[in-house]
Structure formats: structure tokens, C-alpha cells
């Protein structure tokens, strides 16, 4: 399995921007289909955005559409996930997630592979 690692968390204001990044070692990143997910507390863990091996692919949910863009730098080993005008809504623990799947799942389930998260506070 490879391992994930993310960095980038914070507590910002309604309106700034936060850069998440995951770092991923042990195997190639372009072996796999790659996602963030949020947990809030006392909520489910939620999609949030997923992209293909190679980038040719992405999915946003429809909460952060518009706001989100997630990207993949295969040679580097990294996933991002740029977060613009953020809302009090958007606080959550964000993780990565890696499976080997062709296709982009949106279902937390089929990811076998997680990082430990970072938290994303967003609050005046």
C-alpha cells in the first residue's frame, strides 16, 4: 500500500484560502486513483473531490464545485487540494485517499489506503 502523509491545515476566516498537499511514498503514485475526504464532528466521512491516475479525470462534490480544485504531480509524488472562499461549513479533519481503481470512487469504503488528516477550522 502506499502511504499518505497531509500537510496544509489551519484556522482561517470565512473567505481566505487554504493549499492542502499529500505527500505519498512506498509505491507510484500513478498507480493510483487518488480522493480528499472530510469528517466533520458527528457526521460521516464525505467526498470531497477525486481525481484520475492521470489527471485526465476529476470530481468535485457539489458543495465545493466552483470553490475546490484538486490536482496530482505524479513525478512528485503529490495531491493538492487548492480551497478558495471557504465557509464555516468547510470544517472538517480533511484526509487523502488512494485506491487502484480505474475509476474515481465517491464511497469512502473502497479506498484502502488513508492519511492521518488535517484539521480545516474556518471561522471569524
Known amino acids: 500500500q502506499v502511504q499518505l502523509v497531509e500537510s496544509g491545515g489551519g484556522l482561517v476566516q470565512p473567505g481566505d484560502s487554504l493549499r492542502l498537499s499529500c505527500a505519498a511514498s512506498?509505491?507510484?503514485?500513478?498507480?493510483?486513483?487518488m480522493a480528499w475526504f472530510r469528517q466533520a464532528p458527528g457526521k460521516e466521512r464525505e467526498f470531497v473531490a477525486g481525481?484520475?491516475?492521470?489527471?485526465?479525470?476529476?470530481y468535485n462534490a457539489d458543495s465545493v464545485k466552483g470553490r475546490f480544485t484538486m490536482s496530482r504531480d505524479n513525478a512528485k509524488n503529490t495531491v493538492t487540494l487548492q480551497m478558495n472562499s471557504l465557509k464555516p461549513e468547510d470544517t472538517a479533519v480533511y484526509f487523502c485517499a488512494a485506491n487502484q481503481a480505474i475509476v474515481v470512487n465517491f464511497n469512502a469504503i473502497e479506498y484502502d489506503s488513508w492519511g492521518q488528516g488535517t484539521q480545516v477550522t474556518v471561522s471569524s
Open positions: 512506498g509505491r507510484t503514485l500513478s498507480s493510483y486513483t
Open positions: 481525481i484520475s491516475r492521470f489527471g485526465i479525470t476529476k
